[in-house]
Nanobody
Framework: QVQLVESGGGLVQPGGSLRLSCAAS????????MNWYRRTPGKQRELVAT???????NYADSVKGRFTISRDSAKNTVYLQMNSLKPEDTAVYYC?????????WGQGTQVTVSS
């Protein structure tokens, strides 16, 4: 079973940056696509960014131009670089496969954007 561990969240002021990491217990190149999701209390889970095995990426309109998904296959880690953060980016961020496997959900990492 694949284990995914998210890290890198924290408290940041509006306009600031954070880089999230998702460490996988298996080769990420064996996975067809990896996603970053986020969840805010009272809202549905939102797909934020996707990186496909071949390297192509996709983003939600709400983060396009501000967030960048990338990976380091040697470290089996997927990253989410978040710039120009806004208060509405506040959420718990999770990584998972595409489609998401219910067994792979981790604890997530909290991102809070506030002055």
């Amino acid at each position: 079973q694949v284990q995914l561990v998210e890290s890198g969240g924290g408290l940041v002021q509006p306009g600031g940056s954070l880089r999230l990491s998702c460490a996988a217990s298996t080769s990420i190149l064996s996975i067809s696509a990896m996603n970053w999701y986020r969840r805010t209390p009272g809202k549905q889970r939102e797909l934020v960014a996707t990186i496909i095995r071949g390297g192509s990426t996709n983003y939600a309109d709400s983060v396009k131009g501000r967030f960048t998904i990338s990976r380091d296959s040697a470290k089996n880690t997927v990253y989410l670089q978040m710039n120009s953060l806004k208060p509405e980016d506040t959420a718990v961020y999770y990584c998972n496969t595409e489609p998401p496997n219910p067994r792979y959900w981790g604890q997530g990492t909290q991102v809070t954007v506030s002055s």
